[in-house]
């Protein structure tokens, strides 16, 4: 079964820092894909960012980064300028076949604390 | 907005009851993807369905069912209800991401 470690349970950054956050992850597959979604705290899971395995540049959305380095299955997150508004939690998670079906696995979650 | 919507927000009621969780996927997906958050568990997958067929099952529970009908609605049925089903649960619909619902947030008292 695949597996998702987020080994940062808090993170306290000062504003306009960027931060990144830490995914590695486990499988067999070949073929996978990797996500990042925030929740802030009124609960909502908001999609951020990602990453097919087969793609060769790391994917960028705005002021979101993955950076993804196959050979250590990690997948992290790097947030540039970082905002008052990102404190939230993240998750990583990963796309897993079952049955020919498709569902997500998620890590515990990273929870960041934007100072100002 | 992921253009997922669940209904009701918040749900509060006793243990032993039946409740029904409502979403609808975006325009266009045809799967539904439900998800239980629990401060014990995490986020956990429960089941999928697909154009009104059943795909994948995962963590759900036996007293849980769901189906999605004709219009891709999906409804997820909670019966007996325990304390320790309180939780988030999340629908998500899919293309390549899976864009998830505000969720309906559940209190068993």
């Known amino acids: 079964a695949q597996k998702i470690t987020q080994t940062q349970p808090g993170m306290f950054v000062q504003e306009k820092e960027a931060v990144t956050l830490d995914c590695t992850y486990d499988?067999?597959?070949?073929?996978?894909?990797l996500f990042w979604y925030k929740q802030p705290s009124s609960g909502e899971m908001i999609f951020l960012i990602y990453?097919?395995?087969?793609?060769?540049q790391n994917a960028t959305e705005g002021r979101y980064s993955l950076n993804f380095q196959k050979a250590r299955k990690s997948a992290n997150l790097v947030i540039s300028a970082s905002q008052l508004g990102d404190s939230a939690m993240y998750f990583c998670?990963?796309?897993?076949?079952?049955?020919?079906?498709?569902?997500?696995?998620f890590g515990q979650g990273t929870r960041l604390t934007i100072n100002p | 907005d992921s253009g997922v919507t669940q209904t009701p927000k918040h749900l509060i009621t006793a243990t032993g009851q039946r409740v029904t969780l409502r979403c609808s996927p975006r325009?266009?997906?045809?799967?539904v993807y439900w998800y239980q958050q629990s401060l014990d568990q995490g986020l956990q997958f429960l089941i999928q369905?697909?154009?009104?067929?059943?795909?994948a099952k995962g963590n759900i529970l036996e007293r849980f069912s769901a189906q999605q009908f004709p219009d891709l609605h999906s409804e997820l049925n909670l019966s007996s209800l325990e304390l320790g089903d309180s939780a988030l649960y999340f629908c998500?619909?899919?293309?390549?991401?899976?864009?998830f619902g505000p969720g309906t947030r559940l209190t068993v008292l």
């Open positions: 990453q097919g395995s087969y793609d060769e």
């Open positions: 325009s266009g997906d045809l799967s």
């Open positions: 998500a619909s899919s293309g390549n991401e899976q864009f």
């Open positions: 369905y697909y154009n009104g067929e059943e795909r």
């Open positions: 998670a990963m796309r897993e076949l079952i049955q020919g079906a498709q569902k997500l696995v």
């Open positions: 499988t067999s597959d070949q073929s996978y894909g």
